[in-house]
């Protein structure tokens, strides 16, 4: 057999474990695993240099802005960073781009839109707000995994937040529909009570922002959505949890029964509310960072299993949305950018200081995404018959973040200046080489726009 490329000397990863040998890939596909050399030659060699080779990472959680909100980032140069931090699939929010996808014409605008866009593969996210819960059905096409819902304030006018009702009738139509509810849970009661009355108190420092939106408002929306969802019967997702208690619940629940998933990101395992205070508004986002034990904790639950994965919540913004909160933390933009860091920063935090294993953090980052899309294995995993979406990732580099080096519009971030262990070296999509060694070497409109399959489950 000729291949049309083969990784030799890798240290192939997935989520049961490592091993050495080689990859060969025919047709954007994994053509067959050896554990030393190819049974036949192949086009095009990577000597991965013994360097491990993990699974594509699967992102489940990115706003890249487009249409309408390019200039804020942009599918080019957010697949861009995507592909330059391992990334070979990544799942688009429904709100940031504008109009924000809320029925199918928005969504059909949408999938148009981005046609040609993306260095990678790519799926978007249908909406549920206030009052298109009669319509739900039409999003169905374009292959969406389900629908995103936030219990408080988006922050975006043209998505505004679902209330009990909405989410219930959102999650029983979800049910009958095989399809998923992502929930943003924070308390609008909480949090808009906080707000009202720190500004009411002339409160604009950092501080204040970290008061308005405590603990409580996440855990009690959690509790909140698990109850709804499972008198709804529906496969609930919780996004960004911040809190290692937020995990128990979402964790208890699953132990009961219930059909949920919950993702963390990696600025709740890198950043506390002291980095916060110091960086500013460049660290500004929704749930706000939390105390360093809750970060330790946070990381018990994740070496423990019992977080479902890990996804980056990419929000960019224009840099000037950041720097009019210096003086009135209110006036910046929540959102971090974390598509290109994501996994340099896993290497860092979880393998590099804390023994997470390369077989787990390929399960929190591609194996499972892509179970809850419904595309696993064919997805975030390197069987012989998968797609051809890797990364070569050198665990011991060290290297300095500076927002220079970014692929993001707007290069601003809050981990300027740390110092990592972990890069990543090449990443291919679909058989073929996107990234490599700090360059861009294929054109945007490599990537497709994916269907997920419907009534995905949180436990198989
Ligand atoms: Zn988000």
């Not at 799926?123 to 249908?126: A, F, K, R, T």
């Not at 039409?138 to 292959?143: I, P």
């Not at 971090?336 to 860091?341: C, R, T």
């Not at 009534?455 to 198989?460: A, E, I, Q, T």
């Given at each position: 057999?000729r291949?049309d490329?083969?990784?030799r000397?890798a240290r192939?990863v997935?989520?049961?474990g490592?091993?050495?040998g080689?990859i060969?890939i025919?047709d954007?596909?994994?053509a067959?695993l050896?554990a030393?050399e190819?049974?036949g030659p192949?086009?095009e060699?990577i000597?991965?240099?013994g360097l491990?080779?993990?699974?594509?990472l699967?992102d489940?959680?990115v706003h890249?802005?487009?249409?309408?909100?390019?200039?804020?980032?942009g599918?080019?140069?957010?697949?861009?960073?995507?592909?330059?931090g391992?990334?070979?699939?990544?799942?688009?929010?429904?709100?940031n781009?504008?109009?924000a996808?809320?029925d199918g014409q928005?969504l059909?605008a949408?999938?148009a839109a981005l046609s040609?866009r993306?260095?990678?593969?790519y799926?978007?996210?249908?909406g549920?707000?206030t009052?298109?819960?009669?319509t739900l059905g039409?999003?169905?096409?374009?292959?969406i995994?389900g629908?995103?819902?936030f219990?408080?304030?988006?922050?975006?006018?043209?998505?505004?937040?679902?209330?009990?009702?909405v989410?219930?009738?959102?999650?029983r139509?979800?049910a009958a529909?095989?399809?998923l509810?992502?929930?943003h849970?924070?308390?609008?009661?909480?949090?808009?009570?906080y707000?009202?009355r720190l500004?009411?108190?002339g409160?604009?420092d950092?501080?204040?922002?970290?008061e308005?939106r405590?603990?409580l408002?996440e855990?009690?929306?959690?509790?909140?959505?698990l109850?709804?969802a499972?008198?709804?019967?529906a496969?609930?997702?919780i996004v960004?949890?911040s809190l290692?208690e937020?995990?128990?619940?979402?964790?208890?629940?699953?132990?009961?029964?219930?059909?949920?998933?919950c993702?963390t990101?990696?600025?709740?395992?890198?950043?506390?509310?002291d980095?916060?205070?110091?960086?500013g508004p460049r660290a500004?986002?929704?749930?706000?960072?939390?105390?360093?034990?809750n970060?330790?904790?946070?990381w018990q639950?994740v070496l423990?299993?019992?977080?479902?994965?890990?996804a980056?919540d990419?929000s960019?913004?224009?840099t000037?949305?950041?720097?009019?909160?210096?003086?009135?933390?209110?006036q910046?933009w929540g959102g971090?950018?974390?598509?290109?860091?994501l996994?340099?920063l896993?290497?860092?935090?979880?393998?590099?200081?804390r023994?997470?294993?390369?077989p787990?953090l390929?399960?929190l980052?591609?194996?499972?995404?892509?179970?809850?899309l419904?595309?696993?294995?064919r997805?975030?995993?390197?069987?012989?018959?998968?797609d051809?979406d890797?990364t070569?990732?050198?665990p011991g580099?060290?290297?300095?973040v500076?927002?220079?080096?970014?692929?993001?519009r707007?290069?601003h971030?809050p981990?300027?200046g740390?110092?990592?262990?972990g890069r990543?070296?090449?990443?291919?999509?679909?058989?073929?080489v996107?990234?490599?060694?700090?360059?861009i070497?294929?054109?945007?409109?490599h990537?497709?726009?994916l269907?997920a399959?419907s009534?995905?489950?949180?436990?198989?």
């Open positions: 057999m291949y490329l083969c990784v000397n192939i997935d989520e049961r490592t091993w050495r080689a060969a025919h954007g596909r994994v067959a050896f030393d190819p049974d192949a086009d060699i000597d991965a240099r491990p080779v993990l699974p594509g699967v489940i959680h890249f802005n487009e249409p309408g909100r390019a200039d804020w980032e599918f080019e140069c957010g697949s861009m960073g995507a592909a330059a391992g990334m070979t699939t990544v799942v688009d929010m429904p709100l781009n504008f109009p996808v809320v928005t059909a949408k999938a040609g993306s260095l990678v593969d799926l978007l996210w249908g549920l707000v009052d298109n819960v009669d039409d999003q169905d096409a374009y292959g995994p629908y995103k819902a219990m408080s304030n988006s922050a975006i006018d043209d998505f505004p937040a679902a209330g009990d009702g989410l219930y009738e959102g999650l139509h979800a529909s095989g399809k509810v992502a929930v849970a924070e308390s609008e009661t909480l949090t808009a009570h707000t009202a500004r009411a108190a409160r604009i950092r501080r204040a922002w970290l308005s405590p603990p408002a855990l009690e929306a959690i509790g909140r959505a109850l709804l499972r008198a709804a019967g496969r609930l997702h960004h949890v290692a937020g995990v128990d619940l979402v964790d208890a629940a699953r132990q009961a029964g219930q059909q949920v998933s993702e990101c990696p600025h709740y395992l890198t950043l506390d509310e980095d916060f205070l110091a960086i500004k986002c929704a749930p706000p960072l939390r105390s360093r034990a970060v330790e904790a946070l639950r423990q299993g019992k977080l479902d994965l890990i980056s990419h960019p913004c224009p000037a949305d950041k720097l009019r909160g210096e003086d009135d933390i209110w910046a971090i950018s974390g598509v290109q860091l996994l340099p896993l290497l860092e935090e979880g393998v590099h200081r023994g997470l294993s390369l787990l390929a399960r980052t591609s194996a499972n995404p892509a179970r809850l419904g595309l696993y294995p997805k975030g995993s390197l069987q012989p018959g998968a051809a890797l070569i990732v050198d580099q060290e290297w300095t500076s927002a220079g080096a970014l692929f993001a707007h290069q971030t981990y300027e740390r110092r990592l262990h990543v070296i090449t990443t291919l999509v679909r058989g073929r996107v990234y490599k060694d700090g360059e070497v294929a054109p945007p409109g990537g497709r726009l269907a399959a009534l995905p489950r949180s436990n198989d």
